[in-house]
């Protein structure tokens, strides 16, 4: 699939089109909303949650103890006190070695003045890297073939009206996380859909598990995407005795596995065990709070194991069902907002049938195309640990789990898109991907008016 020159430059052109106008409605976007409304007493400073900065600043150092970049462990739940008071960060790498470069440049702040807003924030590293999301998700629509008006209409979508808009904006720990994990997935979607050696699509997955650890999962759906791609089923011996798949398969693996022993190495470094991943103690820290609308719903019922099967019908709500909510107008007395309540999201998450509504053409892909079964084989596949996992993701806009097979959806979403080309149905595209935008601004006005 080589480009002739000029139409490298030209992708190049486009794609930097696309990353300057994603970037700069991302960080207009904070500002523009904080002018709206001058009564936003909740706002937060850019470097609240900043700690994969700290994080960044300790590699620096040749450490990953938070103490060496001026922590204590009393900052947050999730900053974790090992028995020789070393604190770690219980999530992965990532993240934070993208900011390595910042922190040597530009210094990290002293974190006992959180107030100060300083250089070198999660904020701006994750509105970077969520509009860099968007250039590669026009890259994969651009390597599908797909019409300019899937484009035109997806774009926009992707950009606004997914989580990918909420996470990028927000910036705090666990959405700076996920923006990270979807960008190495999606280079490794756009090496795979490429032909590239397969060491290239490994190591970006794997570069993305040492950010979002169940996205490992989406392994063998690339392995099927191979044997698929030249036998008509994978369940045959014949693909057994090819010599050459044989070899892709095997690059694949050797190339993912130094990240899993990285993962391995880096839970032995801070926890004392290469399977110690900090979050059953995180587990632990939260009983007691309401950290589900099934607990708030149920005050003091019993809360399920860490992973449990009991859980997903809590996560199954939260994607397909769970309603904005009518709350009491926030810091200012009822009797002066009329009826004194508000509609506004829910703290504990959205349904994405409401935030993202294009998604339902993901459901109208006709045809059995290896890339079509590889997208849904992946979704739920790479679900099955935040399904069972014992929060629903909290303070949220819409469903911040989605974002570790967001990628799959949107490329069924787009073949969805594809298959429909009548006039009648372009105005639906249109009105639903306006509608999608309009919540996802909607839910951005709320999450900084409340200080989420």
């Known amino acids: 699939m080589d480009v002739p020159l000029n139409g490298r430059w030209r992708t190049l052109a486009v794609g930097l089109i696309v990353f300057a106008f994603a970037l700069s409605s991302y960080y207009f976007t904070g500002g523009l909303l904080k002018a709206f409304d001058g009564d936003l007493q909740h706002t ?28 204590t462990g009393t900052e947050h739940p999730d900053l974790l006190v090992a028995d020789d008071g070393s604190i770690y960060l219980p999530y992965g790498p990532t993240p934070a070695v993208l900011m390595i470069p910042s922190a040597l440049i530009f210094g990290v702040d002293d974190p ?21 999301n968007v250039v590669l998700l026009w890259y994969i629509l651009r390597l599908l073939g797909t019409s300019r008006s899937t484009k035109l209409l997806l774009i926009p979508f992707f950009a606004f009206g997914t989580a990918n808009f909420y996470s990028a904006t927000t ?29 290239l699509p490994a190591a970006c997955l794997g570069l993305a598990l040492l950010a979002r650890q169940p996205i490992l999962l989406a392994a063998p759906v690339f392995v099927y995407f191979y044997i698929r791609q030249a036998y008509p089923t994978v369940f045959t011996r014949e ?72 859980n997903l019908p809590l996560h199954l709500y939260t994607i397909f069902l769970l309603p904005p909510t009518f709350e ?32 339902l053409y993901s459901l109208f892909v006709q045809h059995t195309k290896a890339l079509r079964n590889m997208c849904w084989l992946a979704i739920p596949i790479i679900a099955i640990p935040t399904l069972m996992y014992y929060s629903q993701g909290w303070v ?46 909607w839910g951005r006005y709320w999450g900084t008016r409340l200080g989420w």
């Open 44 to 71: 937060k400073p850019v470097n609240w949650l900043n700690f994969y900065t700290y994080v960044a600043e300790a590699m620096t150092e040749g450490s990953v103890d938070l103490r060496d970049a001026g922590l």
């Open 112 to 132: 006992t003045t959180p107030q100060v807003e300083g250089d070198t924030t999660q904020w701006f590293h994750a509105m970077l890297v969520g509009a860099m």
């Open 171 to 199: 910036g705090t720990l666990w959405f700076y996380n996920h923006v990270t994990a979807v960008m190495f997935l999606m280079l490794a979607i756009i090496f795979l859909l490429r032909g590239s050696h397969p060491i």
């Open 239 to 310: 693909w057994l005795r090819d010599r050459r798949m044989l070899e892709k398969i095997a690059f694949f693996g050797a190339a993912l596995a130094p990240f899993v022993l990285i993962l391995l190495w880096y839970n032995q470094v801070r926890f004392g065990s290469p399977f110690d991943t900090g979050l059953d103690e995180i587990y632990d820290k939260y009983n007691g709070q309401v950290y589900t609308i099934y607990l708030k719903n149920n005050f003091g019922s019993e809360r399920f194991a860490e992973f449990d099967l009991r």
């Open 328 to 359: 009491a107008a926030p810091f200012v007395p009822a009797d002066q907002w009329h009826n004194g309540t508000w509609l506004r999201p829910s703290e504990y998450g959205m349904s994405v049938l409401i935030t993202s509504s294009p998604f």
């Open 396 to 441: 949220q806009f819409g469903y911040r789990y989605l974002m570790d097979y967001l990628p799959f959806i949107m490329i069924l979403t787009a073949l969805g898109f594809e298959q429909f080309h009548t006039p009648r149905s372009l105005w639906i595209k249109i009105a639903l991907v306006v509608l999608s935008v309009a919540i996802g601004f």
